[in-house]
Each structure stands twice: as C-alpha cells, then as structure tokens.
Nanobody
C-alpha cells in the first residue's frame, strides 16, 4: 500500500516556475515508477512525466518536454516536478501516481489527491 500527498501547487504568472512535491508513505517507495499526470477542467487526465525506480529513465509528454523536470529522492520517499516557463495551458490539477510498471496512461495503481496549478496570462 502506498499513500501519496502532493504539495506545491498555486497561482503563478505565465513564464514563472513552480516545484511540485509528492510525499509517499510505505517502505516500498523505491520499487515504484512514479509519475505526474494532470487534468484540466472539462478534459481527461493526461500524462505529464514518469521516472523509473533508480531515476535513470524519464519520459515526458511532448507538451512539457524541455520545460518540466521530474526527479525523485528515494531516501525521502519524495518525487518532484520542477515546472519552468509555465503557460496558461498548463493550468490543471496535478496528480502524483505510483505504479509497479512504467506506463504513460492514467491507469496507475496509486494516486494522490491532486494539487491545483493555475497559470495566469
């Protein structure tokens, strides 16, 4: 069982930065692939980024590539999403996910409650 709690969301102007954090409970955190997904109003949940157990494999959605960076600290049971050059279209609820396999579809086993990111133009 893994419990996930996101933090770090907020309101930021276009071009600004935010860093999201996701704190995980459970002793097996390091065994999970960790991902970030987002859901904008009226839209489905979409993949943003994922990172492997060791952190040596990362994948990003094309829409965020070059602007967002996913990282993890297994000693702290935490995964991060550094978001730079934010755009109004990045506005969404961002969810952290833990999965025993690497995937880029919103079918993870464990989910956090989400944190709101709002980018003003």
């Amino acid at each position: 069982q893994v419990q996930l709690v996101e933090s770090g969301g907020g309101l930021v102007q276009a071009g600004g930065s935010l860093r999201l954090s996701c704190a995980a409970s459970g002793r097996t955190f390091s065994r999970y692939y960790m991902g970030w997904y987002r859901q904008a109003p009226g839209k489905g949940r979409e993949f943003v980024a994922v990172i492997s157990w060791s952190g040596d494999i990362t994948y990003y959605a094309d829409s965020v590539k070059g602007r967002f960076t996913i990282s993890r600290d297994n000693a702290k049971n935490t995964v991060y999403l550094q978001m730079n050059s934010l755009k109004p279209e990045d506005t969404a609820v961002y969810y952290c996910a833990a999965d025993p396999i690497l995937r880029t579809t919103p079918q993870a086993v464990y989910w956090g409650q989400g944190t709101q990111v709002t980018v003003s133009s």
